[in-house]
Antibody, heavy 119, light 107 residues
Framework: QVQLQESGPGLVKPSQTLSLTCTVS??????????WSWIRQHPGKGLEWIGY???????YYNPSLKSRLTISIDTSKNQFSLKLSSVTAADTAVYYC???????????WGQGTLVTVSS | DIQMTQSPSTLSASVGDRVIITCRAS??????LAWYQQKAGKAPKLLIY???SLESGGPSRISGSGSGTEFTLTISSLQPDDFATYYC?????????FGQGTKVEIK
């Protein structure tokens, strides 16, 4: 059974960089056919796809966040990570990591982690 | 970006009711549509992919249909476990986008 787990600070100061890591267990992140994504949900709101990384390192970022976003992968640790720079209160959200099959939706999700941007 | 519009935003129903949720895309997405169920404080759960394919382990009372720009999620007989918020998501065109959600409440 594949499991994903987000980790990282729950509080980030404005203008700083938000950094989260997703650890994958029960399967190899190097398996082809899967995109490893970050998705966020503002409090009480809907879902926003942030971007994905493939095991090869290729990425696609949501243009709305592209200038501030970096997603990376560490296959040796079975992890992928998110860095979002110059954060503001508008970046306060629950951040999820998730796996997507190439023809499917997001079939496995982490439990989500709330990140609050506040001084 | 492709806009995904769900209707209704809120739906009040009783156990045993047939429930239909609609999702409309601002341009054609072929059949590249997924449906998710989300309960409070939990991650979304994949129900349907490619518009009509039931995710493994999903209940047979849930079905999806549609293509192009119009899609529906149907729950044939609403069960207590089905009271939740439902989201559609397109993965035809980047950036992938979600509908705003439909909350299914107890009547």
């Amino acid at each position: 059974q594949v499991q994903l787990q987000e980790s990282g600070p729950g509080l980030v100061k404005p203008s700083q960089t938000l950094s989260l890591t997703c650890t994958v267990s029960g399967g190899s992140i190097s398996s082809g056919g899967y995109y490893w994504s970050w998705i966020r949900q503002h409090p009480g709101k809907g879902l926003e796809w942030i971007g994905y990384i493939y095991y090869s390192g290729s990425t696609y970022y949501n243009p709305s966040l592209k200038s501030r976003l970096t997603i990376s992968i560490d296959t040796s640790k079975n992890q992928f990570s998110l860095k979002l720079s110059s954060v503001t209160a508008a970046d306060t959200a629950v951040y999820y990591c998730a796996r997507q099959r190439t023809i499917s939706g997001f079939d496995y999700w982490g439990q989500g982690t709330l990140v609050t941007v506040s001084s | 970006d492709i806009q995904m519009t769900q209707s209704p935003s809120t739906l009040s129903a009783s156990v045993g009711d047939r429930v239909i949720i609609t999702c409309r895309a601002s341009q054609s997405i072929s059949s590249w549509l997924a449906w998710y169920q989300q309960k409070a404080g939990k991650a979304p759960k994949l129900l349907i992919y490619k518009a009509s394919s039931l995710e493994s382990g999903g209940p047979s009372r849930i079905s999806g249909s549609g293509s192009g720009t119009e899609f529906t999620l149907t729950i044939s007989s609403l069960q207590p476990d089905d009271f939740a918020t439902y989201y559609c998501q397109q993965y035809n065109t980047y950036p992938w986008t979600f509908g705003q959600g439909t909350k299914v409440e107890i009547k």
